[in-house]
């Protein structure tokens, strides 16, 4: 299961009073700094900054006691949680619309050092300011953030992008998925002086989200991957979710002064975006009417990628082209790959720090390669599903020999909010696995329909098990999986995919990665060069 993230701060308690507040802090309130920031109350510890927010499932404000009584430095809380803060000794500072009119001031009682609760009107917009202030006040005049947005790969973007910026600059990056109104502002509280780039992730369920996202945080440079029917059913139509994710080009400064916005010119939805922007254009994809394209592509499973960048400089129309050996699992990573080096030759930077930065495992993609039950080696994606993410796995299995008589096996659940793309979005899975997979499970009443289809498809019948949930994927694993299975887990935690995961790995882990996850952990992590248009090989 994908650990929740908890970001560090670069934030202290006057941030909080004088972004909250509008005012100066008080000469008694010490600028004690915030350590880490988290919406979660099993995660904070001493020195944190709790936000209460009401989510689906439950209310933060029932956990304010608790967090306080964990030594949390401070707390933002709607009118529901100020007895409970109060009562739990924290400093109540009012910050609702109807105090504007009077000073902001901490109760007399208040003694340095002693938590605060801050009551908002509402907190996810009391973040934001939080995160803005910061962004805006409290940074690096030479700060320039790229955010990035798309339907698929916008975390392996974002990790990759800022791995390769790292090469040069020092840069912070939005700590795991924290992209949506509520995570982006605790990504830029960790924003200091320090910075000077800043990689961004940025998603959205509605149309306006990404514009909001964009003022709180200011990009200079937009990456959009791709436009595919993720959150459909929220939006509707396709069309729909191409408007959202403009939003981000059409908030960049002009050309003249800085903007930049990287385009996946393979996706003609994304092309259309070239209109919708004042920004300087800088087209990515698999052509020859991009700016930066790649051709020649070769997976290699575990041992990486092989291909070849073709750049065409804007100054002199000449064309350099590279042959490139890195450590990134499947074919579709090469979009991941050219998204990262756009955004370093954007920003200056040479072609021996873009490869580094591509090269460097903090960049990797998320697929998880670790030692399965019954010495198989299994592949963990299962941080989000969709149809294009789920055939580009299924790929990337293709690209790989199992150890010895070893099998593909697939096991693939429910991919949800696809809308009316529901159905053959499944089917067109289904169709992919039935001409990869050795051995088919599927999960859910969604992914019935994936089974379903690669039976019509010609799938043998006995290597075919569709399942009603994730217990029962998970016995009939434990029967199947045999030595040198290559295991790949792809679909939607809601129907616990993850959870198969965590039952099927192999419990000895002392005893170290399978034969091809120790593989992968040796062999992608070794020195790998390019070649220049000349021909000379150039140190990566």
Excluded at 412 to 439: C, F, K, N, P, W
């Amino acid at each position: 299961m994908a650990e929740r993230p908890y970001p560090s701060t670069s934030i202290t308690q006057h941030t909080l009073w004088t972004a909250l507040t509008g005012e100066i802090p008080p000469i008694e309130l010490p600028p004690l700094p915030i350590a880490h920031a988290a919406l979660d109350s099993r995660d904070i510890r001493r020195g944190d900054l709790f936000v209460a927010l009401v989510g689906q499932n439950t209310d933060g404000h029932a956990y304010v006691g608790a967090v306080l009584d964990n030594n949390a430095q401070a707390v933002i809380i709607e009118e529901r949680g100020r007895e409970t803060a109060h009562a739990a000794g924290a400093a109540i500072v009012d910050c609702t619309r109807g105090r504007w009119a009077i000073h902001a001031t901490l109760p007399a009682s208040y003694q340095p050092g002693a938590p605060i609760a801050y009551v908002v009107d509402d907190s996810v917009r009391a973040i934001q300011k939080v995160g803005a202030f910061q962004r805006l006040h409290r940074t690096n005049p030479a700060l320039r953030v790229v955010g990035v947005t798309g339907s698929v790969g916008k975390t392996s973007t974002k990790e990759l992008t800022a791995s390769v910026l790292r090469q040069r600059y020092t840069t912070h990056a939005s700590p795991g998925n924290l992209n949506s109104e509520q995570g982006l502002p605790l990504a830029l509280m960790g924003l200091d002086v320090t910075h000077t780039r800043a990689v961004l992730e940025m998603g959205m369920y509605g149309v306006g989200e990404i514009e909001r996202l964009c003022q709180l945080a200011r990009p200079q440079i937009g990456i959009v991957t791709n436009v595919g029917p993720v959150h459909l059913s929220r939006l509707g139509t396709i069309e729909r979710i191409a408007q959202a994710k403009s939003e981000l080009v059409r908030a960049l400064p002009a050309a003249e002064h800085g903007g930049v916005a990287i385009l996946n010119w393979d996706d003609e939805r994304v092309r259309a975006m070239a209109e919708m922007t004042q920004a300087r254009l800088f087209r990515y994809g698999l052509t020859d009417e991009a700016d930066l394209w790649a051709d020649e592509i070769e997976g290699m499973g575990m041992e990486g990628t092989r291909f070849r960048f073709h750049y065409r400089r804007p100054d002199t129309a000449r064309v350099e082209s590279l042959h490139i050996k890195a450590p990134l699992l499947g074919r579709h990573s090469v979009h991941t790959a050219l998204c990262a080096a756009a955004a370093g030759l954007v920003d200056g930077l040479d072609w021996n720090e873009i490869i580094a930065g591509l090269q460097t495992l903090a960049g990797q993609l998320r697929l998880v390669a670790v030692r399965g039950i019954n010495d198989s080696t299994l592949i963990d994606d299962t941080y989000n599903a969709s149809p294009t993410s789920t055939i580009a796995a299924l790929n990337l299995i293709a690209d790989i020999q199992p150890v010895g008589a070893g099998r593909r096996v697939a096991v693939l659940g429910d991919m949800l909010e696809l809308g009316s793309y529901e159905t053959e979005g499944h089917q067109i899975v289904g169709r992919r696995s039935a001409d990869i997979v050795d051995v088919l499970v599927t999960v859910g009443q969604l992914g019935a329909s994936i089974g379903a289809e690669a039976r019509e498809a010609g799938f043998a019948a006995e290597n075919l098990h569709i399942l009603p949930t994730h217990h029962d994927a998970i016995d009939l694993l434990r029967q199947v999986i045999q030595a040198g299975d290559l295991v790949l887990v792809k679909g939607s935690r809601a129907v616990g995919m993850d959870v198969i995961v965590a039952e099927i790995t192999a419990s000895a882990t002392s005893a170290g990665p399978s034969r091809a996850s120790s593989a992968s952990a040796t062999e992608l992590t070794s020195t790998t060069g390019f070649t220049s248009t000349t021909g000379e090989p150039v140190d990566g």
